[in-house]
């Protein structure tokens, strides 16, 4: 993060003949392109204000312990837990949609013994974006993956950008229903995995 920090504290101080150059090592540096999973509970502040915050917590550290093994079961690379968010990228979205369900799947399952149950949103976007190892990312398809994470998506359901269907080599493979969306003025195509196909 310092090397990051320091290169946009010289983007920003640079005379706009050295802008490109400063611009150019950002890009080669950090510039990747991956699939972004956005992951939200659902049910934050009502729980909160209804059970109290340590109960809160400990529902949290469960989604941490399992969604961290299947990201990594999946290929991919946690980015960072923020309260009760999950940033990860995966190198092939097939993988990021993968992982999506079996996270939705694992949550219903270690909920039915006993536990509260953990409830998540998930948004999944695909593109170039600025990765800085294990501490942040940032770019259109991580803000889109976060849009539709956190503000769209349903509890139980996973939402996937365009960008990420066309990259899916065998869409048969997962149940998709497309949902047209509208943002900020933008006309979006957005589907709706509900599962993936045996």
Not at 39 to 44: Q, Y
Not at 105 to 110: G, L, N, P, R, S
Not at 144 to 149: E, T
Request: charged content about 25%.
């Amino acid at each position: 993060m310092k090397t990051f920090s320091a290169l946009i504290d010289a983007l920003i101080a640079a005379s706009p003949e050295r802008r490109p150059a400063i611009e150019q090592l950002i890009h080669d540096t950090f510039v990747r392109r991956k699939a972004v999973l956005a992951l939200d509970m659902s049910g934050f502040t009502l729980a909160v204000r209804r059970d109290g915050i340590l109960y809160y917590l400990c529902m949290i550290r469960r989604m941490q312990k399992l969604t961290l093994t299947i990201v990594v079961s999946h290929r991919g690379e946690l980015v960072k837990h923020e309260a009760d968010n999950l940033l990860a990228v995966f190198e092939a979205p097939e993988r990021a949609a993968e992982a999506a369900v079996a996270m939705i799947q694992a949550a219903t399952t270690e909920s039915v013994s006993g536990r509260p149950a953990l409830k998540f949103s998930i948004g999944i976007d695909y593109g170039d974006i600025l990765v800085i190892d294990r501490v942040d990312c940032f770019g259109d398809a991580v803000n889109l993956a976060h849009k539709l994470g956190e503000d769209i998506a349903e509890a139980g359901e996973v939402l996937i950008t365009h960008r990420v269907r066309e990259q899916i080599r065998d869409a048969s493979r997962f149940r998709l229903r497309e949902i047209p969306l509208s943002l900020s003025g933008l006309e979006l195509a957005t589907y709706q995995i509900s599962d993936v196909n045996a």
